[in-house]
């Protein structure tokens, strides 16, 4: 039994919080540091061999979503709720000693002797309604005021759990998906039984044509219930959509490759830049798309770029494969046409494509309840100040008055001492 205290009061305790949230400060570090989502062999790469082990063995590939930051946000949860519960029952013994008639003048912040008329520093104080009780045949008049600001930090620490559990929450149960596409495209939302059209794609532009924002206008239609939404999505600005949120994420180049066999038509596709084409009748055979320079330049030592974003000197950059080895890399001016044995590619037409990512969190509302609940604790804790106030009646007909405050007692002594001089002849 003295053991289950030991660890009740350990789990319950600032330390173990406070040793919580270096521990969860270091894997987010960590997590940061760290490029997510990558394979082994992008690890090996780019640090080496043992140390991409290491990343994939810890999970450091997706510390986020790992089983290891669940653990702490799990045990920061239940130290908070441990400390809201064990808090609770002094809180409510609080509440009630403020409108409970004081039983001695040790609470007393300060006092005020000979007051004639008490009342009056009450009302000058903007107390509650006065209640009157007996103490050892003498009257006895208290009042409180703001006490609900005794549940500041409590509420406070209830937000943050929210906050907390819901972010978890819904980090390890939230769907994301991706769709990319060019203007008149449609496409599958990943299994989420949603199709999405992009009806349109525009990019605004500023006076020196850099960009200001990229606007789509989708179409998005629920396979199930047969139901059809429409949206204007624009970066910062998603839309909700079946309880999906999509974002307008990015933009890049895309072109129209056509195929052709011995001068007949075999085959036509819109590629996004980073993505391929296999060769219909010969899919060993495989045409990768690079990028696209709409003002191309070569820079020695740099490789190709692009002076601008309008297309002045286009030039696509090509990779050729076959059996999964590379057969060459090259870059295609204009109109300038690969050739491979009996097949002719072109690459034509190029156009922006968008990029839209779709999520659902079914704790998003959790989350934002949190947030509400912190910043509703957070100005009972700085903003309300509890307060009380009582009059014990001397002998000689005259009053003492007390006065006391558990956050802000000196600025309340201030206004205490102005409503006793105010009522003073």
Same mark, same amino acid.
């Given at each position: 039994?003295?053991?289950?205290?030991?660890?009740?009061?350990?789990?319950?305790?600032?330390?173990?919080?406070?040793?919580?949230?270096?521990?969860?400060?270091?894997?987010?570090?960590?997590?940061?540091?760290?490029?997510?989502?990558?394979?082994?062999?992008?690890?090996?790469?780019?640090?080496?061999?043992?140390?991409?082990?290491?990343?994939?063995?810890?999970?450091?590939?997706?510390?986020?979503?790992?089983?290891?930051?669940?653990?702490?946000?799990?045990?920061?949860?239940?130290?908070?709720?441990?400390?809201?519960?064990?808090?609770?029952?002094?809180?409510?013994?609080?509440?009630?000693?403020?409108?409970?008639?004081?039983?001695?003048?040790?609470?007393?912040?300060?006092?005020?002797?000979?007051?004639?008329?008490?009342?009056?520093?009450?009302?000058?104080?903007?107390?509650?309604?006065?209640?009157?009780?007996?103490?050892?045949?003498?009257?006895?008049?208290?009042?409180?005021?703001?006490?609900?600001?005794?549940?500041?930090?409590?509420?406070?620490?209830?937000?943050?759990?929210?906050?907390?559990?819901?972010?978890?929450?819904?980090?390890?149960?939230?769907?994301?998906?991706?769709?990319?596409?060019?203007?008149?495209?449609?496409?599958?939302?990943?299994?989420?039984?949603?199709?999405?059209?992009?009806?349109?794609?525009?990019?605004?532009?500023?006076?020196?044509?850099?960009?200001?924002?990229?606007?789509?206008?989708?179409?998005?239609?629920?396979?199930?219930?047969?139901?059809? %939404?429409?949206? #204007?999505?624009?970066? $910062?600005? +998603? /839309?909700? &959509?079946?309880?999906?949120?999509?974002?307008?994420?990015?933009? !890049?180049?895309?072109?129209?490759?056509?195929?052709?066999?011995?001068?007949?038509?075999?085959?036509?596709?819109?590629?996004?830049?980073?993505?391929?084409?296999?060769?219909?009748?010969?899919?060993?055979?495989?045409?990768?798309?690079?990028?696209?320079?709409?003002?191309?330049?070569?820079?020695?030592?740099?490789?190709? %770029?692009?002076? #601008?974003?309008?297309? $002045?000197? +286009? /030039?696509? &950059?090509?990779?050729?494969?076959?059996?999964?080895?590379?057969? !060459?890399?090259?870059?295609?001016?204009?109109?300038?046409?690969?050739?491979?044995?009996?097949?002719?590619?072109?690459?034509?037409?190029?156009?922006?494509?968008?990029?839209?990512?779709?999520?659902?969190?079914?704790?998003?509302?959790?989350?934002?309840?949190?947030?509400?609940?912190?910043?509703?604790?957070?100005?009972?804790?700085?903003?309300?100040?509890?307060?009380?106030?009582? /009059?014990?009646?001397?002998?000689?007909?005259?009053?003492?008055?007390?006065?006391?405050?558990?956050?802000?007692?000196?600025?309340?002594?201030?206004?205490?001492?102005?409503?006793?001089?105010?009522?003073?002849?």
């Amino acid at each position: 039994m003295l053991t289950i205290k030991k660890i009740w009061k350990f789990l319950s305790s600032m330390r173990f919080a406070i040793l919580l949230l270096v521990i969860l400060a270091a894997a987010c570090s960590a997590g940061s540091f760290v490029t997510q989502g990558q394979s082994y062999a992008w690890y090996a790469q780019h640090y080496s061999e043992r140390t991409a082990a290491l990343i994939l063995a810890l999970h450091l590939d997706d510390a986020f979503h790992s089983w290891w930051f669940l653990l702490i946000t799990g045990f920061l949860c239940l130290n908070l709720l441990l400390c809201n519960v064990i808090c609770l029952p002094q809180l409510i013994r609080r509440m009630k000693a403020q409108s409970s008639p004081p039983g001695s003048e040790h609470a007393a912040g300060f006092s005020e002797e000979n007051v004639k008329d008490p009342i009056s520093v009450f009302h000058r104080l903007h107390m509650n309604p006065v209640k009157t009780a007996d103490r050892e045949g003498r009257e006895l008049l208290y009042s409180s005021r703001n006490t609900i600001g005794l549940w500041g930090a409590w509420i406070c620490h209830l937000g943050i759990l929210f906050l907390i559990a819901g972010f978890s929450l819904g980090q390890f149960t939230q769907q994301q998906e991706s769709v990319y596409g060019v203007a008149g495209q449609t496409k599958p939302v990943g299994n989420s039984g949603l199709i999405l059209t992009i009806d349109d794609f525009r990019i605004g532009l500023r006076d020196d044509d850099t960009v200001e924002q990229y606007t789509a206008d989708i179409t998005v239609h629920d396979t199930k219930s047969g139901d059809v %939404q429409n949206a #204007s999505i624009s970066v $910062n600005y +998603p /839309a909700a &959509l079946f309880g999906w949120k999509f974002y307008q994420n990015s933009t !890049g180049w895309a072109e129209l490759v056509t195929v052709t066999e011995n001068g007949e038509p075999l085959q036509s596709e819109v590629l996004c830049a980073g993505e391929y084409l296999r060769i219909s009748d010969k899919p060993d055979l495989v045409v990768y798309f690079n990028a696209f320079y709409p003002d191309y330049v070569l820079v020695p030592g740099s490789g190709p %770029q692009t002076l #601008s974003g309008k297309i $002045n000197n +286009p /030039a696509t &950059l090509y990779s050729v494969y076959y059996q999964d080895q590379i057969l !060459g890399m090259n870059v295609l001016m204009g109109e300038e046409e690969l050739t491979i044995d009996e097949y002719t590619v072109v690459f034509s037409e190029p156009q922006s494509y968008t990029l839209i990512q779709a999520k659902k969190d079914s704790f998003t509302q959790l989350a934002f309840l949190g947030g509400i609940v912190t910043m509703i604790g957070l100005i009972l804790a700085f903003y309300i100040q509890p307060t009380r106030v009582w /009059a014990v009646q001397d002998d000689s007909g005259t009053w003492t008055v007390f006065g006391s405050s558990p956050k802000g007692g000196v600025l309340f002594k201030e206004k205490f001492e102005e409503a006793v001089r105010s009522g003073s002849p």
